[in-house]
């Protein structure tokens, strides 16, 4: 790849003769397309309101307008509606295609289940992106378009609609060094770094639905051949909204200026208390002497001390801190709050929202409530998160901040994405835009890291 490769993404035009589709708005972003140059362009779902015959009619007449070297068509759950998933493949193409051409590999995915809005890959969706990265693993650039979110999208609510196996397929991008992903679905733009790999969400090109008062928009993306990734986010009418890039990797180290260590941290969910059998008793006993081999200054446990939040779990997980009681900083999990645990947890632990050591601030926020799995911050403790960083920041720049918390921002590997965080996308936008550098989360028993 001697030269930038440039992409227009454009999503979610909801094509239908009801007022849902905004024509005025598809009419003024396909001129500004059509004097736009570009090597290809991408469309990541919903081209209609409900995968209708007549809508699909439309589509054919009116994408037609599009004037562009190759656009690439990705199905949405919306075309997958009514059975639309059908008409799709007679009047649009395949639902899963790969194309490679002048060292670039471009696979499309179908992400949806029909009539849900919510999404999912699949097993066989994940194993056949990992053979043909594989087989292109050469290839100078490697780009995959679904239609689903698989990180939190900011200003969407409540986190209800991703892909399930989201973090599967998290794990096969960056396993497989993807250079650039791109989606569409919530109708609001957003762009992510994550290790090596741009996830880019478009906004709704011609929908009657757009958010926070947001314009309807599409993505103009460039990516040099030293794999800079460029994304200019315009609303339909060519008017650029902001050029937005945050980055989240695996590998980072707390050093000073002369290169020690700050603090070393040792991190742990889901003891689970309470239901121990011997056999549970010397694997914490295992673990714990593990832990310590380390000589952490700080023991982060991310909730579920307890299997069930009664007095006896409460009592047993006491005595099993007790001789790290000066180093252990706990976060609740829901089982903590079964029952009459959150009575008991305030009885057996003081929790402390923000703590400082060494240079570093570690800010416990509890996700949890109880009788649910499913977690939220809510945009009351978002707003004092908030002010607190900032308010530190200000204070001292070189402070490293940490979040302890219980329900995860990323979806993780090997797990469903069915107990989310329901504000995920504010709450990883809060912690990339203010600069926290460190988020620890202990939800689902899976181990993951990455970096935004
Ligand atoms: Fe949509
Ligand atoms: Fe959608």
Not at 297 to 322: K, P, Q, W
Request: hydrophobic share 35%.
């Amino acid at each position: 790849m001697d030269k930038s490769v440039r992409i227009v993404h454009f999503s979610d035009i909801h094509f239908t003769p009801r007022p849902q589709f905004i024509r005025s708005s598809y009419d003024e972003a396909v001129s500004v397309i059509n004097n736009t140059p570009h090597d290809f362009a991408v469309f990541s779902g919903d081209l209609t309101q409900d995968g209708l015959i007549e809508e699909y009619e439309l589509a054919d007449t009116l994408r037609k307008a599009i004037i562009s070297p190759k656009i690439y068509w990705i199905i949405g759950n919306h075309d997958s509606r009514s059975g639309g998933f059908e008409v799709w493949e007679k009047k649009v193409g395949p639902r899963e295609f790969r194309e490679y051409f002048d060292d670039v590999l471009f696979i499309g995915l179908d992400s949806c289940i029909p009539d849900q809005d919510g999404g999912r890959f699949g097993r066989e969706a994940l194993d056949y992106t990992k053979k043909i990265l594989m087989k292109y693993g050469d290839a100078k650039l490697k780009l995959i378009g679904f239609h689903h979110h698989i990180l939190p999208i900011p200003k969407t609510g409540r986190e209800r609609s991703n892909a399930v196996d989201a973090g599967d397929m998290l794990s096969v991008l960056l396993d497989h060094n993807v250079d650039a992903v791109f989606t569409g679905h919530k109708h609001h733009p957003n762009v992510y770094k994550v290790e090596d790999t741009i996830i880019i969400s478009a906004g709704s090109v011609s929908s009657y639905k757009t958010r926070s008062g947001g314009s309807r928009s599409f993505n103009y993306v460039e990516i040099t051949p030293e794999k800079e990734v460029k994304v200019k986010i315009m609303k339909t009418n060519g008017d650029p909204i902001k050029n937005e890039l945050k980055t989240i990797t695996r590998r980072f180290r707390m050093v000073d200026s002369t290169g020690g260590i700050w603090l070393r941290l040792a991190q742990i969910a889901g003891t689970d208390f309470g239901t121990a059998t011997n056999n549970q008793k010397e694997l914490f006993q295992k673990g714990i002497d593990l832990i310590n081999s380390t000589n952490p200054d700080l023991i982060l446990h991310c909730g579920n001390m307890t299997s069930e939040g009664r007095t006896s779990d409460y009592e047993s997980a006491v005595e099993a801190f007790l001789p790290y009681s000066d180093k252990l900083i706990f976060c609740p999990g829901p089982n903590d709050l079964r029952g009459f645990g959150e009575t008991l947890l305030h009885k057996y632990f003081d929790i402390e929202n923000t703590i400082e050591k060494n240079n570093s601030l570690f800010y416990v926020l509890n996700t949890s409530a109880p009788e649910t799995e499913i977690g939220v911050v809510g945009r009351t403790t978002q707003h004092r998160l908030e002010t607190y960083v900032y308010h530190t920041r200000q204070q001292s720049r070189d402070k490293f901040h940490t979040v302890v918390m219980h329900h995860h921002l990323i979806p993780i590997p090997g797990t469903r994405e069915t107990s989310a965080l329901e504000d995920a996308g504010d709450v990883l936008r809060l912690l990339s835009d203010t600069g926290v550098n460190l988020a620890l989360s202990g939800h689902l028993g899976r181990a993951f890291c990455t970096r935004v």
